[in-house]
């Protein structure tokens, strides 16, 4: 008994040890690394010179402009995301047959297959001045900007990002039993009544869901803003493509990842423990 | 019985010639029916034969293709199911996992317009709870709850609306066989208490015959009979209806005498029975397919040649088991020439010298009266 328990324990830690060692290099090695960077100082030709010094974090202020941005689009993106996603996934789930459901919902992953750099390419010129704006103006409304705006990474955002709302917010509805939906009608709820007091909270664990890798995701974002914000509306990501790669100052840039880290903490602890306080249903995960 | 009161005739539930297609599936199939208010109404049949599409056309899930459905005189066709006085409980409850107990009782009256004032609703929910026997447990969640008790939460949950008519789906199916015994008892109660019509959907055939004032049997969409359980018991119109309510032995053959009182079949293996048509069977005439229908019951279980009365008809045979059940003996017969009879022989005349062992010849017999002859269908 006692050595079955025994190997049965060895057993745990040989299958844990993998994932264990992953975290151990790639994710808590470099973040080590990126906290020890940000203390120091930069070397002449660019790079990390070493020393102990508070100047960086002193510094944060001149990228104040990337972190109102991402702060700001972020949440905004997300929510966006969601104000489209939730329709489309809800028509998915409760009003498509049985026979159209799969190909739609490959539908929604099709774009996809292709990189997300090619298509925000694309989106540059349906954006860009021979895009909307022309036709716009063909019609008779002149004089309209669309890229290079706040609008324009807002666009991008929920184009590159709806598959990761749609989807979870699609499951969560679908595994919602449909009898729920007629008790609330039969006891005298209208449709409307129904989904605010049936609908809506039994898929909040897929909005979380969606909402959660959404949000991360976007802010560590730098694409979207680096072809459709031109170099008008950058995010952090931005920020730190620039200190690491052009002016390679990295400790600076190891400052602002450390910031950005710490802040992506704090946002999503506090949004988990919302999430959690208003949780609804049986134990469904988060995640 | 709760129909025996002063508005005994007062049709609550009314379906006029009422067809119900899916595509190109028929469901319910040219249905007419009334149910009185304050009866205990069941829909009995197997599954697929229409009953619980009928329930949801009542409660408004879906719509006749045809016909009309009216609910305390009114044609309810068009209306839907949350604007309609009826109340549904689930098969499986259909309790919300994210409320309390209190919340889902009480979610019903928070529906209306206006909404009734807090205090009102928190008492209304500790009164029903009362009433299902569940005090306290308000503040549960949900699946936290046994099934017995989840049930009781669905009852309450409809009854608090003081529907016309309480819709029942297969109530009981989730529940161990005690527990379902135990909440049949409760819901004749409760539906005594309340004083409303209840039409409830079962394939059980006990529960339907232990519950009800009035059965409405079905298949494949169609009403075969309906009737009172003593009626549908004593009198089946044919064999559809013999074999779901109870047990029943039945012994085919070909019409000979269809005139007199008591009409004859012959079986294959020659011997003659006789018995009486049930009323509101179809007539059948000679050369008929028809079958003799003998409850286990009525039938007499002796030593071979000892059978008292002339007039019984009498089969010798084998027996092939015996089944000790409490207060009966079920003895199943092979016979020589009609199949296998089953007896069930009462306590009381069973005693040590008749009593009877597998391998035993015996006789089988039943007298005329005990008989029906009815059709196939």
Redesign the interface.
Same mark, same amino acid.
């Given at each position: 008994m006692r050595e079955d328990r025994k190997s049965g324990r060895w057993l745990t830690a040989a299958l844990l040890a993998p994932t264990s060692l992953w975290f151990l290099v790639m994710l808590i090695f470099p973040l080590i690394v990126i906290l020890v960077f940000s203390f120091g100082e930069r070397a002449a030709v660019g790079g990390y010179a070493g020393g102990f010094t508070l100047e960086q974090y002193a510094n944060l202020p001149s990228r104040l402009k990337a972190f109102q941005n991402t702060l700001v689009i972020a949440p905004a993106g997300t929510l966006l995301s969601l104000l489209v996603a939730y329709p489309l996934a809800y028509f998915l789930a409760l009003r498509v047959g049985r026979q159209y459901k799969l190909i739609l919902l490959v539908l929604v992953i099709v774009p996809f297959w292709t990189s997300l750099l090619v298509r925000t390419y694309a989106w540059i010129f349906i954006l860009g001045g021979r895009g909307i704006p022309a036709l716009l103006e063909f019609i008779g409304i002149e004089g309209v900007r669309l890229i290079n705006t706040p609008g324009a990474v807002l666009i991008g955002i929920v184009y590159g990002y709806l598959p990761l709302m749609v989807f979870p917010i699609f499951v969560s509805l679908e595994k919602l039993d449909k009898t729920l939906l007629e008790a609330s009608s039969d006891l005298g709820g209208s449709p409307f009544k129904t989904f605010i007091q049936v609908t809506l909270p039994l898929s909040m664990p897929g909005i979380a869901t969606g909402c959660m890798l959404v949000f991360i995701l976007l802010m560590g974002e730098f694409l979207i803003p680096a072809f459709l914000g031109g170099g008008k509306v950058f995010f952090i990501g931005n920020a730190l493509v620039d200190l690491f790669l052009q002016s390679r100052n990295w400790p600076f840039g190891a400052a602002v990842s450390v910031t950005l880290v710490v802040i992506m903490l704090i946002t999503v602890s506090l949004y988990m423990r919302m999430t959690l306080r208003s949780k609804t249903g049986r134990d469904e995960s988060l995640m | 019985m709760a129909n025996s009161t002063s508005n005994s005739n007062e049709i609550d539930i009314e379906f006029r010639s009422v067809t119900k297609r899916f595509e190109d599936v028929v469901a319910v199939d040219n249905v007419s029916l009334k149910v009185e208010r304050g009866a205990f109404f069941s829909f009995l049949g197997p599954s697929g034969c229409g009953k619980t599409t009928s329930l949801r056309l009542i409660?408004?899930?879906d719509q006749p293709s045809e016909g009309d459905v009216y609910i305390g005189g009114k044609s309810v066709v068009g209306i839907?199911?949350?604007?309609r006085p009826? +109340?549904?409980v689930?098969q499986?409850y259909?309790?919300?996992?994210?409320m309390d107990v209190a919340d889902n009782i009480g979610?019903?009256l928070r529906?209306?317009d206006p909404k009734p004032a807090r205090q009102e609703i928190l008492k209304r929910v500790d009164q029903t709870l009362e009433m299902v026997r569940l005090s306290g447990y308000g503040k549960r969640r949900v699946?936290e709850l046994s099934g017995g008790q989840q049930q009781r939460v669905a009852l309450a949950?409809?009854l608090i +609306?003081h529907p016309t008519c309480l819709l029942l789906d297969e109530p009981l199916a989730a529940l161990d066989r005690k527990l379902r015994r135990e909440m049949q008892i409760e819901l004749q109660t409760l539906q005594r208490e309340v004083g409303i019509t209840f039409i409830l959907v079962t394939h059980d055939q006990e529960e339907a015959l232990s519950m009800s004032d009035r059965i409405c049997i079905m298949r494949e969409g169609q009403i075969i009979q309906s009737g009172s359980p003593r009626e549908l018991y004593d009198e089946p119109i044919n064999r559809y209806v013999a074999d779901f309510v109870g047990k029943t032995n039945f012994i085919d053959g070909d019409v000979v005498d269809a005139i007199g009182p008591l009409v004859s079949i012959k079986s294959e293996s020659g011997q003659v029975f006789s018995g009486s048509q049930p009323p509101g069977a179809p007539p059948i005439a000679n050369g008929n397919k028809a079958c003799v229908a003998v409850r286990p019951e009525m039938i007499t279980i002796t030593n071979i040649g000892e059978t008292s009365n002339a007039t019984n008809i009498t089969i010798n045979g084998q027996v092939v088991n015996r089944i000790f059940l409490g207060e009966h003996t079920e003895y199943l017969v092979a016979t020589e020439g009609c199949g296998e009879v089953m007896v069930l022989s009462p306590k009381s005349i069973e005693s040590a010298n008749r009593s009877f062992e597998p391998g035993d010849h015996v006789s089988v017999s039943w007298g005329p009266e005990a008989a029906l002859i009815i059709g196939d269908t």
């Open positions: - | 409660a408004g899930f839907p199911s949350h604007k009826v +109340n549904m689930f499986q259909a309790l919300f996992p994210h979610y019903g529906q209306r699946w949950r409809a +609306n």
